[in-house]
């Protein structure tokens, strides 16, 4: 059987209700002396308490700030390392944004543009959205080579960069390039040199490798003169793309792009194996707030791996602190769930319990249950049959029933959780407890197996010996014989079926 134990995949099938929706802003800018548009897409169920990053964007090129955000939310479900970002996507053409290519400095209206920006629309975007601090910027050919003059001038302003395909500064657009040598028109004074030695920044720039030649020149004299900065502080990266060119850059460096910027936002990383559980996480957290001024997303990307950890090491005082700390009452069913299978595990089956039955109460209140969650209830009815009450026969036995009820009950994606039908014959069978009803339900877990693939189920091997295993304790010689040699078919070495194959012929 593929997955251990049931219920894995309603941790990835969760879809949100609240859909991403870009909001168009104005402000009228006193620099520009004009209004100025952005968009500004949220997360899904953002909440103003949590203090996000912001990722701005200049519509400018393959830029697309809706699509950008959909990327980001389809990395946090595949759970890659990456925080929650705002997308901020601002409405300005080259005039407005001012950028020049052959002195690499910007006009009298860039000037004001760059004002606007930085006393205008990055303040009112903190505060009208209560931002974590950390501002990134990605942007695409013109407004990429943009960046590297903010990157000069305005160190500060943002703290993480994805460029993508930058165009060469240093020449002279206005006439042909033929015979043309770029001026040189990137270089960092001390008070940038002195600013990036002491603040966290990302620099990360990419081209495809169909792009031309002298955009990837650009890039790596870029990174040629970065690469003096404090490396503890300022991280920089040069990526020449597989199969890129000058306008699928988006798409295809997305997310190497967000990875770079994101690598601190890491759980795993640089975790002191010497610390106990909730010193390790407390350590990770102070990073994460420290350069992402964020708190640690409360989900089971970030705690897992530490209550896995104090569980492990039988970290009784760890494990407690941890699950509290993530415990704010906003948490989904699976994960309170997830609480209670580790304080079983560790032995605190009073507060195992505990998290049962307040993730069995927490749903059922709901007037409407989401498919996902019958999966959710039946594991909790479960395991308090089998963690807490296994020595309590009539009490385990309530709950067994409770679990099965569930199994029938589809999800959105058409699929049962049958396996419970196992779970539950067998464990009735091999506490010799209700070995009838145990039977029925291992029957009925073949009726519903009968149409499925059986990498995501119990082998019909395992089903057959706990059903000889069954008719054994029933004393129905007759069919215990008839599945034990049925599983011993499939898998001659199974252990249950050889033994209770070996007690029926003695019987004869």
């Known amino acids: 059987m593929v997955r251990q134990f049931i219920f894995i995949t309603a941790l990835f099938s969760v879809v949100s209700a609240t859909a991403q929706v870009p909001i168009t802003e104005k402000l009228y800018s006193a620099f520009l002396e004009d209004s100025i548009n952005y968009q500004v897409t949220l997360p899904e169920n953002w909440d103003a308490d949590t203090h996000l990053p912001v990722l701005y964007a200049l519509k400018y090129g393959m830029i697309d700030g809706p699509y950008i955000a959909s990327q980001l939310r389809y990395f946090k479900t595949a759970r890659y390392a990456i925080p929650n970002m ?13 950028f020049i290519y052959r002195t690499g400095q910007l006009t009298e209206t860039g000037r004001r543009f760059l004002r606007c920006l930085k006393e205008e629309i990055i303040t009112t975007v903190t505060r009208k959205y209560h931002t974590s601090g950390f501002n990134a910027y990605i942007g695409h ?35 042909s390039l033929e015979g043309q040598s770029p001026v040189p028109t990137f270089t960092l004074d001390e008070h940038s040199i002195r600013y990036y030695s002491r603040a966290h920044t990302f620099y ?59 690598q601190f936002f890491n759980p795993g990383m640089d975790v002191d194996p010497e610390r106990n559980a909730w010193e390790a996480f407390k350590g990770v957290a102070s990073r994460v707030k420290d350069i992402y001024g964020m708190e640690v997303e409360r989900n089971h990307s970030w705690y897992g791996k530490f209550a896995q950890l104090a569980v492990s090491r039988k970290d009784t005082a760890s494990l407690l602190k941890i699950l509290n700390y993530f415990d704010t009452g906003k948490l989904k069913g699976y994960d309170t769930r997830s609480f209670g299978t580790y304080c079983a595990q560790i032995g605190l089956v009073e507060r195992a319990e505990q998290y049962y039955r307040s993730t069995i109460g927490n749903i059922l209140s709901k007037t409407e249950m989401e498919g996902w969650e019958y999966f959710v209830l039946s594991e909790c009815y479960w395991r308090i049959a089998s963690e807490i009450a296994q020595d309590n026969h009539a009490r385990a036995w ?17 699929g049962r959780n049958m396996d419970i039908y196992f779970l539950a014959g067998r464990y009735l069978i091999d506490k010799g407890y209700n070995v009838k009803e145990g039977i029925g339900y291992l029957i009925r877990y073949m009726e519903m197996r009968k149409y499925t693939i059986d990498e995501i189920h119990w082998s019909h091997e395992k089903i057959y010996a706990c059903l000889g295993k069954g008719y054994y304790l029933l004393k129905d010689m007759a069919n215990a014989r008839l599945y034990l040699r049925k599983a011993l078919a499939l898998n001659e070495t199974n252990t249950v079926a050889n033994e209770y194959l070996k007690l029926v012929d003695g019987l004869d």
Do not use: C, W
């Open 86 to 98: 705002i997308v901020v996507t601002i409405m300005a053409d080259m005039d407005r944004i001012g």
């Open 204 to 262: 990360y720039v990419a081209v495809g490798e169909q792009d031309m030649a002298r955009r990837h020149l650009y890039a790596r004299n870029i990174l040629d003169q970065l690469k003096g900065l404090d490396s503890l502080h300022f991280f920089s990266k040069y990526d020449s793309i597989p199969r890129g060119n000058h306008t699928n850059m988006l798409t295809l460096a997305i997310q190497p792009g967000l990875e770079f910027i994101s």
């Open 398 to 414: 309530e709950n067994l029933q409770q679990a099965v009820q569930f199994a029938e009950v589809p999800n959105s994606q058409g």
């Open 141 to 175: 050919s013109y407004a990429a080579s943009y960046a590297n003059y903010l990157v000069q001038h305005e160190p500060g302003i943002f703290n993480g960069y994805i460029l993508l395909a930058p165009e060469m500064a240093g020449l002279d657009f206005t006439k």
